[in-house]
């Protein structure tokens, strides 16, 4: 997901010299001292403002250079690791283009505390115009202003507190017991009797069909044996539309109609609607059916929104698909790197096997509320987020003028908050390279780090709706799949580094062993 927030070549060189047309409106300083002035108050001859020097000469790469690093070096594909070159060579800020990346904890929060009631993370993006060009309502990732407002207000409810997550550790289980059973299945096919093939594909499925059952309270079968077709489509559409989308960004418009990327593109999205609209059809036909006889109409997310009556139609379709996409990469992936952390280090995964029985014995099923007990747990997937953060950078544009490291920052300036560098920062997190949970552990060994310093799921009001839901799910997985199996890596694996394609995935498949615990 997150394609909008992506720093393209062709965002990065805009052949307009002003980056944002920003005059006007009034000037704010940032934290410490935040001041304020309206468009008609004169700024005195000393503030910030008038001494801070202009966007431009923020230090940066040549065009060439940039072009150099990214598509002969590889950088394109390990953008992540990028931030750290740049942060080393240019200090907090730099440049890329008009664009302006942030790699220091207190800017970063400065950036983010002083965000308006709308936080914006771009401005026009490919998400955006598809909707526009098949005259679709935005969904939460892609509205902006009072229409993101309304609908986040709705969509928030049964999923932003932790209480309400817990609604949804019932179906989480259920879809948990038939990874189980598939990953009992998948190896004595074709591994055996103990290997798993590249893990994240499986992951895939998995928490396709978990967050498909929490919204439209349905199994859709992803973990069968064999896939049903329009779910098996949808995943192939969710794939091909990332990797068309790069391409759509990176080249300029009049190509659209002489390359296929762009049909390719917009055909991607109307799978991935149709499915939704589909499901969501489905769903509200059951309900009225109920109301028809006279039952209760019961159910969990989507059944509670659509009889709420507070959103369009159209605003449900978009608005679930996107919630869809949002759920399934960003949770595939983090599961895959936990598992790979642990699956590297034995001792780690027996204190946290250890952990879990002396909570949820012999053939429990963990809960919401024994994982509060799990600090080694849920310290492990912290860590796995720090270290492989999937959204590896944050996006803003602000509203006002501002100024930032003693630079000013028109309003609209597109902003990259480099969070992978900052949770890789040797200062917050000492031998950041790592995987050590303890740091997150209460007591003696853990340092203090920057709050701002590690942020996998953003910030404020505009931060992940899903980040409750996300977390509950990999915890109750992890809890399950660890007290079923011992995890090892396939013989000979190597480091597998992260690739950012969009959100952090591995760049080899991981290939893992499940034997059975006794
Ligand atoms: C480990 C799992 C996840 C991670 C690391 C993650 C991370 C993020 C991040 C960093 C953002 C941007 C926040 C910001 O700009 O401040 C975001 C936004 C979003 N996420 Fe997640 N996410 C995860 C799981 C989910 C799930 C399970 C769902 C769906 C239930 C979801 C739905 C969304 C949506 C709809 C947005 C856009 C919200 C808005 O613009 O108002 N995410 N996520
Ligand atoms: C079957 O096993 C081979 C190696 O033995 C592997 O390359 C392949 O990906 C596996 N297929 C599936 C469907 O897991
Ligand atoms: C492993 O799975 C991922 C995620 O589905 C997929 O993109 C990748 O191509 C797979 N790799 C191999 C070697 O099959």
Redesign the pocket.
Known sequence: MYPMKRSLLMRWFPLRKDCSGGKGGHLVILHPSVIRWSANTPVPSDSPAVTAKPLQEIPGRSVWSTFYWLFIKGYFHRLHRFQIIEHNKFGPLWRTGNIVNVADNNLIEEVLRQEGKYPMRSGENLWKEQRKVRGLANGLITAEGEEWYRLRALLNKRMLRPQEAALYQGIINQVASDLIERIRW?RSV??SGV????ITKELQRYTFEAIAAILFEVRLGCLQQKIPEDTQKFIEAVTTMFRSLVYCDLLPKWTRNWLPFWKQYLMAWDTMFDFAIKAVDKKMAQIKECLATGQSVEGQYLTYILASGKMSQSEIYSSITELLLGGVDTTANTLSWALYCLAKDPELQDSVFREICSISPAEQIPTAQDLSKMPLLKATIKETLRMYPVVPSGFRTLETDVVLGGYNIPQRTQLILCHYAMSHNEQDFPSPHLFQPARWIRGAERLKHHPFSSMPFGYGVRGCPGRRIAELEVQLTLARLLKHFQLKLDSGTEEIPARTRIVLIPENPINLQFLDRH
């Open positions: 998948l074709n591994g290997m798993v093939h590249n």
